[in-house]
């Protein structure tokens, strides 16, 4: 059985319980952005009450289009506060992708920035739906009633139009059971799916992982992670909040200018993707830098000396996905290992139950043995936008990940892929995380992808990705001959493909393209 989840009500239960208690500390430091809990609560208190006069409300769909930083907090909460559900948008969106991502959600109205680092949003807004006039539906997203860019101001103003005493009232008929927040998540070939969540076990979920991770009163936490995703949103944005923490974030380009925010600002945790520090890393001025703050995380090259990882996979790695609202498997040691721990992803957490399934008999899969992941709990999402929970439920609940995982005889749990990312190739079955471990290792530590790409005899072939500037390319009949000794034969890339960063095919999402990657192996 999963153990029970706090109830902590709504968001905005949440923060008027921080003004309270600790009203003059930080919520969000985002490079020389500061927001206090007070600040918070004022801001978007005014936001809410301009969206009210717009006619938002409970049930309301409100796009926001923001990149990481206080807007889009203060947009975030404004649209919590009054029962509406926040859809966020990928600032990296297409206008083809924004047409789909509004309609796929019914969205009502848009908030967001007209211009950001060269991306026009008023245009691509512009091309994906049409320019319409006020009391118009456009067709390709025939619930859009208005597009707000740059406009908090004119909200505020708004904001006079609705007394606080009516604010007060709608916040106070929010329920926990309403709906947060819809996070659209995709693989790297699926189609968007609009992940519902609701207030109550949002919050209940994050103030679980705060408690294994250590994240408390007080705490001040330094993450690169984009807030439209739902590693952003809610481990970052919502635990935050449900803590009363601090969260630390940088925009900044210049390797210099974050590497002095983060020792200015000296984060007790961290929290993103080792890959997007890179850059920071790799600055002439990194090894000087004190980040003796730093306690724990798992942006390793971040932590001091004495207490980083000399082997990454003997430390506890964890999985999130955007159904169980960011993380599910965690563990708090973040000591090195035994080596028959390799790889761990720790255990499920509080409110999570899991099954181990044979994906072909249904049955749970013995110990040791590899299944697809299953959760059912509170902590789980209600479903997806427009699909009926049959689509996506078993009959008695359960959720399936599409993850393949086995447990070992102390329960912790242990990655193998993804289902359908197995490669079949003459009848034998490969696993892509295997020879990614082997191959980065023949490389030097390079960043490395392993997919099947189709073959007349073989049905699939093992063919590999290797992520190197044209001066650092590797010696690939060097590599071939240090995989034959680690691998069976079978399992050796007979396709090798050496790309810089820059050219990975991508989507939107963040994830690699893998149709296209596909296309340039043919």
């Given at each position: 059985m999963s153990a029970p989840i706090t109830p902590l009500g709504t968001v905005s239960r949440v923060l008027r319980a921080h003004v309270a208690e600790r009203p003059?500390?930080?919520?969000?430091?985002?490079?020389?952005d500061r927001l206090t809990y007070a600040d918070a609560e004022r801001r978007s208190r005014v936001l809410a009450r301009g969206l009210l006069a717009v006619g938002a409300g409970r049930g309301s769909r409100i796009g926001l289009l923001f990149p990481t930083g206080v807007d889009f907090v203060l947009a975030w909460l404004a649209t919590a506060r009054v029962g509406a559900i926040a859809v966020p948008l990928s600032t990296f969106s297409t206008s083809r992708e924004l047409r789909d991502l509004l309609a796929r959600a019914d969205v009502d109205l848009v908030l967001g920035m007209r211009e950001y680092r060269g991306n026009d949003y008023a245009a691509a807004l512009a091309d994906a739906v049409g320019s319409f006039a006020p009391g118009e539906r456009p067709i390709a997203a025939p619930h859009l009633r208005g597009v707000w860019l740059d406009a908090f101001a004119a909200l505020e103003a708004r904001a006079a139009d609705v007394p606080d005493e009516l604010l007060d009232a709608i916040e106070d008929d929010v329920t926990p059971d309403d709906r947060m927040v819809i996070v659209h998540t995709s693989g790297s070939t699926s189609a968007p799916k609009g992940v519902?969540?609701?207030?109550?076990p949002l919050l209940g979920h994050l103030d679980a992982l705060n408690q294994i991770r250590g994240l408390h009163a007080g705490t001040?936490?330094?993450?690169?992670?984009?807030?439209?995703?739902?590693?952003?949103?809610a481990y970052n944005i919502v635990g935050a909040l449900v803590a009363g923490a601090t969260l630390l974030c940088s925009a900044a380009t210049d390797p210099v200018e974050t590497l002095d925010f983060i020792e200015r600002e000296r984060p007790e945790l961290t929290n993103g993707y080792a890959a997007s520090i890179a850059a920071l890393v790799a600055h002439p001025s990194f090894a000087g830098r004190d980040f003796s703050s730093i306690r724990s995380g798992n942006l390793h090259p971040l932590l001091p000396t004495a207490i980083r990882p000399t082997d990454v996979e003997l430390r506890h790695n964890m999985l999130g996905t955007t159904e169980t609202g960011s993380v599910c498997l965690m563990s708090g040691d973040e000591t090195d290992q035994p080596e028959h721990r390799r790889g761990s992803f720790g255990m499920p957490v509080p409110g999570l139950t899991p099954r181990v399934v044979d994906p072909e008999t249904l049955a749970d899969a013995p110990v040791g043995t590899i299944g697809e992941l299953w959760f059912r709990g509170p902590s789980l999402m209600e479903g997806y936008y427009g699909r009926e929970r049959f689509e996506i439920f078993t009959p008695d609940g359960w959720y399936r990940t599409g993850d393949l995982f086995h447990v070992d005889t102390d329960g912790f749990f242990y990655f193998h892929g993804r289902r359908g990312s197995m490669i079949?190739?003459?009848g034998a079955n490969v696993s892509p995380l295997e020879v990614e471990a082997a191959l980065s290792d023949a490389t030097g530590g390079l960043a490395v992808m392993v997919l099947g790409v189709p073959d007349p005899e073989r049905d699939q072939v093992v063919a590999a990705v290797i992520l190197a500037e044209p001066d650092t390319s590797p010696d690939l009949d060097a590599v071939r001959t240090e995989l034959r000794a680690r691998l069976s034969a079978y399992k050796v890339p007979r396709r090798f493909l050496v790309l810089a960063p820059a050219d990975l095919p991508m989507l939107s999402s963040g994830k690699p393209d893998l149709q296209a990657i596909e296309e340039l192996f043919a």
């Open positions: 003059d500390a930080e919520l969000l430091v985002c490079d020389d519902i969540h609701q207030h109550g001040r936490l330094f993450s690169n992670s984009p807030m439209f995703w739902i590693g952003g949103l079949k190739t003459a």
